[in-house]
């Protein structure tokens, strides 16, 4: 099977699907177990906020809007499962 084309879009999708899996929101595809890493998890995060720094100006609607939401949802899990 043939990989998916790699665009900004699935780009993000990939990154945000790490972040998932480091939050323990999703299950590690290796082992389907679901484990915390909440400095790994920031790192993504922080990944795609430099990537939004970045990019501001030079994305098409659509992918800011992905990043905007998936940015946001990130760190609303994260804020979530850090500790108080």
């Known amino acids: 099977m ?19 899996v480091h939050l323990g929101e999703v299950p590690e595809p290796s082992s389907n177990q679901t484990r915390s890493d909440l ?18 100006g030079n994305l098409d609607r659509d992918e ?6 998936v940015l946001y949802d990130l760190r609303m899990r994260y804020i979530q499962k850090s500790p108080r």
């Open 64 to 69: 800011d809007q992905l990043l905007q939401t």
């Open 39 to 56: 400095p790994m998890a920031k790192q993504i995060i922080d990944t795609l906020g430099m990537l939004d720094e970045k990019t501001k």
């Open 2 to 20: 043939p990989l998916p084309q790699v665009t900004f879009s699935t780009f993000v999708f990939s990154l945000s699907s790490s972040a998932l």
